[in-house]
Nanobody
Framework: QVQLVESGGGLVQAGGSLRLSCAAS????????MGWFRQAPGKEREFVAS????????TYADAMKGRFTISIDNAKNTVYLQMNSLKPEDTAVYYC???????????????????WGQGTQVTVSS
């Protein structure tokens, strides 16, 4: 079992920055990586970024590339999402997820992740 807790969300003006954190506990030795997803009201949950446990591989959605950076501190069992140049359309609940299936890549599909956090709200005002 893996438990995930997100933090760092909040209200920020357009152009500002936030850093989200996701702390993992439990059977973390079985994790191959972690990912971030987001879901806006009335929208489908969408992929944001993913990273393997060593931090050597990352994948980003096109909309986030160049503005968001995913990183991992495996000594702390924590993954981060640094979000810069935020836009109102970035407003969503952000979720982290644990990958226990794919040691060879950083997946970007919801079904490829086994465990999910409760989410943290990010609101970007214009």
């Amino acid at each position: 079992q893996v438990q995930l807790v997100e933090s760092g969300g909040g209200l920020v003006q357009a152009g500002g920055s936030l850093r989200l954190s996701c702390a993992a506990s439990g059977r973390t030795f079985s994790m191959y990586g972690m990912g971030w997803f987001r879901q806006a009201p009335g929208k489908e949950r969408e992929f944001v970024a993913s990273i393997n446990w060593s931090g050597s591989r990352t994948t980003y959605a096109d909309a986030m590339k160049g503005r968001f950076t995913i990183s991992i501190d495996n000594a702390k069992n924590t993954v981060y999402l640094q979000m810069n140049s935020l836009k109102p359309e970035d407003t969503a609940v952000y979720y982290c997820a644990a990958d226990l299936r794919t040691p060879w890549r950083t997946p970007m599909n919801i079904w490829e992740y086994e465990y999910w956090g409760q989410g943290t709200q990010v609101t970007v005002s214009s």
